[in-house]
Nanobody
Framework: VQLVESGGGSVQAGGSLRLSCAAS????????MGWIRQDPGKEREAVAI???????SYADSVKGRFTISQDNGKNTLLLEMNSLRVQDTAMYYC????????????????????WGQGTQVTVSS
């Protein structure tokens, strides 16, 4: 499995960014995918998760502001980020599990076995 993120950058508070992740190498369809962020000195946080049926879940810190989606035809995972806050500053990683038959929305960051290289998001005040 290969995951390649793009779309990070710098934005002022209140602004928006869209992250993309090109995914390849999957066999089958029962994977959980998500966006995970990490700021130096803080624990990794799974901010948004989507399962193979398209159901989504979000960390409380981003609910109502971030939207995760996937374009299966293009094998692309997206994260729309609106109303960005300084606290959203972090390295954002696209991540996936190995084939998973359980509830994706109960997973934490450490359950994801495949990671992209990350893309930096910096929000300034």
């Amino acid at each position: 499995v290969q995951l390649v993120e793009s779309g990070g950058g710098s934005v002022q508070a209140g602004g928006s960014l869209r992250l993309s992740c090109a995914a390849s190498g999957y066999r089958g369809s029962s994977y959980c995918m998500g966006w995970i962020r990490q700021d130096p000195g803080k624990e990794r946080e799974a901010v948004a998760i989507i399962d193979s049926a398209g159901s989504t879940s979000y960390a409380d810190s981003v609910k109502g502001r971030f939207t995760i989606s996937q374009d299966n035809g293009k094998n692309t995972l997206l994260l729309e980020m609106n109303s960005l806050r300084v606290q959203d500053t972090a390295m954002y990683y696209c991540a996936s599990t190995t084939p998973w038959g359980g509830n994706c929305h109960l997973l934490s960051a450490r359950n994801f076995g495949y990671w992209g290289q990350g893309t930096q998001v910096t929000v300034s005040s």
